[in-house]
C-alpha cells in the first residue's frame, strides 16, 4: 500500500513540475522552505538540539499555531515535571508548518531556531528530519495524517498524537471512501484528542484507538487586547466612532460588505491571504473608497475619520484588532469555503455575523447560536443585519456578553491536551508498525 502511495506522490509530483517550477519563478510563497521540504536540515535547527529531548508539533497554517500556541509553550515545563529533569531547556518543542503564512506567525512567535517547514511525504525527505531531530514525540494539530511521516515514526518507536482532532463534514465522505487505508494508519497512534463527540465517532470508525473527547484548544487561545497597532489605532480614530473588523475575508465577499458598509464607521478589512492584499487594495481604488493601507499608514499615523477603510495588510495582527469592535465579521462564511474562527471576536464580547457556509468551524458556531451569541446571514441581507448590529446598542452588547460568556466556558482543552500529552512520554510505549508498511 505505502509503495502505491510513494509512487502516486512521485507521480503527482512529476506531471505537476512545470507547473510548479513556473509558480516558483514568478512567486517567493512556492520557493521559499523548498530545500527544507525536500529533506535539508538548516544548521540553525541542529545547533539547537544536542544533549536535547524534542518534542515535534506540527501545524499546518496560521489557524493551527494559533491554536496550539499555548499547548506549544506549556508542554516543556509539565514534561520536566513529568520525566523528573529540573530543568525546562532539556526539553525543547520544535514547530513545524506547510504554509508560509504559518512559517512567519510561528518563527515571530517562537523563533526561527524551533521552526521550520513540514517535510513532502516521501521517505527520504521525512527520515531526514525524524533522524535530525529525533523526536520523543510527534504531535500533529487537527488532521494532518500523513501516511509516509505516520510509517517512518513507528518503524523508529516514535509515538504519534493528534490533538484538536477533527473530520470536517467536507471531508467525511473522501476519509470515508479510503477508510481500508486509514484503519492500518490510524490504529497505531498513541493517542487522539478530538474536538467534539462526532469527531471521536468518526476517527473511531476510521481505526483510531485511545480516542478521547477533549474540547477545542481555540477557546484557550487569548489574544492580547493591546499592542502598538491597536495602541495606534485606538490614538487616531475619534472617540465615539463604531468601529466594524471584517476578518479573514476570501474573493468575492470583500465587494458584497464594501456594498453594504454604513458610511459613519471605521471598517477594518483582513483578506485571509498576504497574496490577495495587493488585489483587495485595487478593488478599493476602483471603488473610490476613502482607504488607508496600514502598512503605510504606520510611516506617519493620522486621524482614521468615519467612513474609512482600514485595510489590514499583516499577518498575526487580526486577533488582537477585534478589541477595537463594535461588531465583526467573519469571512469564508458568504463564499463556499467553510467559514474562519468566530472566537477570535468573541473572547473580547464582539457580536458576531457569519454567512451560511461555516462547516470548518460547525460545533463553535453551533454552541455560539445556542447561546443566541452570533447572526448568521444571507448575502442579500448583509447590509441590513451590519446596520442592526451597529446601531442596535443594547441588542449588540448582549450579544456579545454572551459570546464571550461562551467563549470563557468552554475553555480547558488545552490543560487536557498537555497532561495527556505527558503521559504518552511518561508511559513511553512502543509503537508497532501498521500492516503494509513494508516499502
Known amino acids: 500500500m505505502l509503495i502505491l502511495y510513494s509512487c502516486a506522490l512521485v507521480l503527482v509530483l512529476v506531471v505537476g513540475a512545470p507547473w510548479w517550477l513556473f509558480r516558483m519563478a514568478t512567486s517567493g510563497k512556492y520557493r521559499e522552505g523548498l530545500a527544507e521540504r525536500l529533506g535539508f536540515v538548516p544548521a540553525r535547527i541542529r545547533e539547537r538540539l544536542d544533549g536535547q529531548s524534542v518534542i515535534w508539533v506540527h501545524a499546518v497554517s496560521v489557524g493551527e499555531v494559533l491554536a496550539a500556541s499555548r499547548l506549544i509553550e506549556e508542554l516543556g515545563p509539565r514534561l520536566s515535571g513529568v520525566t523528573g529533569r529540573r530543568e525546562t531547556s532539556a526539553w525543547r518543542v520544535m514547530i513545524s508548518t506547510t504554509t508560509r503564512t504559518g512559517q512567519e506567525l510561528a518563527r515571530k512567535r517562537f523563533g526561527a531556531d524551533r521552526v521550520f517547514y513540514f517535510p513532502l511525504d516521501l521517505g527520504w525527505a521525512v527520515r531526514a528530519w525524524i533522524e535530525a531531530v529525533r523526536p520523543r514525540l510527534v504531535v500533529l494539530v487537527e488532521t494532518e495524517f500523513w501516511p509516509r511521516m505516520l510509517v ?7 509515538p504519534v498524537a493528534v490533538v484538536n482532532a477533527r473530520i470536517s463534514d467536507r471531508s467525511w465522505p473522501r476519509y470515508r471512501r479510503f477508510a481500508w487505508m486509514w484503519r492500518s494508519l490510524l490504529r497505531g497512534l498513541a493517542v487522539v484528542l478530538a474536538q467534539t463527540d462526532l469527531d471521536a465517532q468518526r476517527l473511531r470508525a476510521l481505526g483510531a484507538n485511545h480516542v478521547r473527547v477533549t474540547g477545542n484548544l481555540k477557546y484557550d487561545v487569548r489574544a492580547a487586547g493591546s499592542g502598538s497597532l491597536v495602541a495606534l489605532l485606538r490614538e487616531n480614530i475619534p472617540a465615539g466612532t463604531r468601529v466594524l473588523v471584517c476578518g479573514s475575508t476570501l474573493a468575492g465577499e470583500e465587494e458584497l460588505l464594501l456594498a453594504g458598509l454604513p458610511g459613519d464607521v471605521v471598517t477594518v478589512l483582513a483578506p485571509r491571504h498576504p497574496e490577495r492584499f495587493a488585489e ?34 499583516s499577518i498575526g495582527e487580526l486577533a488582537s484588532v477585534y478589541s477595537l469592535a463594535h461588531a465583526a465579521f467573519v469571512g469564508g462564511s458568504l463564499v ?16 458576531i455575523v457569519m454567512g451560511p457556509s461555516y462547516e470548518n468551524f460547525r460545533a463553535i458556531v453551533e454552541k455560539l447560536r445556542e447561546h443566541d451569541a452570533i447572526w448568521i446571514v444571507q448575502a442579500a441581507d448583509l447590509k441590513g443585519e451590519l446596520a442592526r448590529m451597529l446601531i442596535g446598542a443594547t441588542e449588540s452588547k448582549a450579544m456579545g456578553t454572551r459570546a464571550r460568556e461562551v467563549f470563557e466556558n468552554e475553555a480547558g482543552a488545552t490543560e487536557r491536551a498537555v497532561q495527556a500529552l505527558a503521559e504518552v512520554v511518561a508511559a513511553g510505549l512502543p509503537v508497532s508498525a501498521p500492516d503494509g508498511a513494508r516499502s
Request: aromatic content about 8%; some cysteine.
Open 280 to 313: 483587495v487594495a485595487e478593488i478599493l481604488r476602483k471603488r473610490g473608497a476613502h482607504w488607508v493601507r496600514r502598512s503605510e499608514w504606520l510611516e506617519a499615523p493620522s486621524k482614521i475619520e468615519p467612513g474609512t477603510v482600514f485595510l489590514l495588510d
Open 336 to 351: 463556499s469555503t467553510g467559514g474562519h474562527n468566530p472566537l477570535e471576536a468573541a473572547q473580547f464580547g464582539v457580536p
Open 152 to 158: 517512518e515514526c513507528r518503524r523508529k518507536g516514535i
